[in-house]
């Protein structure tokens, strides 16, 4: 059976353990729109309890003034974007753990703007990751960049139990928006990651100017990599960038693409990440966690404004959808 064979998606049962091609993904963009969001609830509720979702927050320790040359991001060294580079110190790291806890996230995430971490930033991941531990129950991500065999084998010791590190986009169109490093070289600091034992978080950003047969490119080659968790970010425009006169993505394309990537990634953590709140708005929310989302990032992200997270936690309880444990969800 096809997985594009939209005759077999009554339950949505047929496409619980299939395999995608790119061409397939690209049909669903095709699909009418209501069809294909009952499909990925569908699929969403064969795998996951759709009334609940899992919460996390991010910390960058290195803000700003990196080499590398991503378009858009407003954190590289090369734009005459405003981040500028600004490190946080254990005691902050601990402080934001702790509040993260508070409103019941499971994991606290630890990112870098960075190519990839020197031994100054992997001594304070040491420190700080042994401090997080000591001090609060929470799960610890990181998110530093490419990294080498010493390193992956280095964080898996520490307790770091996921890593993020984003393919940004699809192999074939990553040249348009990245030229100081390749694809590949992504791709290799995830396959180490996954190899270690680490759980992989591994997503990208719609709407970079990427064609629709780009995004269901996207999707099957993250199929491919398998990764835990997919954070789902929508272009948010940043002054000083090469696409900061990038529109924004119509709320109807990125619904199709949450839910593109849901059937493609039947069993994988799929997560709100940056741009959501200007591409879709609280509607537009709501349709995504029924047509597929089941983690959310709460509070502000790296270099852009999120909202509070008492207003994602008000959103969830009017949805009756409670918090959940990320090893529940899992």
């Known amino acids: 059976m096809k997985p594009a064979d939209l005759n077999e998606c009554a339950t949505g049962a047929a496409d619980t353990e299939a395999t995608w091609s790119a061409k397939e993904v690209a049909a669903l963009f095709e699909t009418p729109f209501n069809d294909l969001i009952h499909r990925a609830h569908s699929v969403h509720r064969a795998h996951f309890d759709p009334n609940s979702v899992q919460l996390s927050t991010l910390l960058s320790v290195k803000t700003g003034g990196c080499p590398e040359d991503c378009h858009f991001c407003s954190q590289s060294g090369q734009f005459t974007s405003p981040v500028r580079a600004v490190w946080l ?173 849901r059937l493609a990634l039947p069993r994988t953590i799929l997560r709100y990440a940056g741009g959501r709140e200007i591409t879709l708005g609280d509607l537009g929310t709501r349709e995504g966690l029924l047509g597929g989302v089941n983690a959310i990032i709460v509070g502000n992200y790296l270099t852009t404004l999120g909202r509070p997270a008492s207003q994602d936690l008000d959103l969830l309880a009017e949805l009756s959808m409670p918090v959940k444990a990320l090893s529940a969800t899992l």
């Open 89 to 261: 110190d254990i005691a902050e790291l601990v402080q934001a753990a702790k509040q993260t806890a508070a409103t019941g996230a499971t994991e606290f995430c630890i990112v870098a703007a960075v190519r990839g971490p020197d031994e100054r930033l992997m001594q304070q991941m040491r420190e700080g990751v042994a401090a997080i531990r000591a001090a609060v129950d929470i799960n610890v991500a990181a998110s530093l960049g490419m990294l080498t065999a010493h390193q992956v084998d280095e964080l898996a010791a520490m307790g770091v139990h996921r890593y993020n590190h984003n393919l940004e986009t699809a192999r074939s169109f990553f040249p348009q928006v990245v030229t100081t490093h390749t694809w590949q070289e992504r791709w290799d600091t995830l396959r180490m990651v996954r190899d270690v034992g680490m759980e992989v978080c591994c997503g990208g950003i719609i709407g970079l100017g990427e064609s629709v047969e780009q995004r269901a490119e996207f999707a099957a080659q993250l199929a491919e990599l398998g990764p835990h968790e997919v954070p789902l970010n929508f272009l948010n425009p940043r002054p000083g960038t090469p696409l900061a006169e990038q529109g924004v993505l119509e709320a109807k394309d990125a619904l199709r693409a949450i839910a593109a990537f």
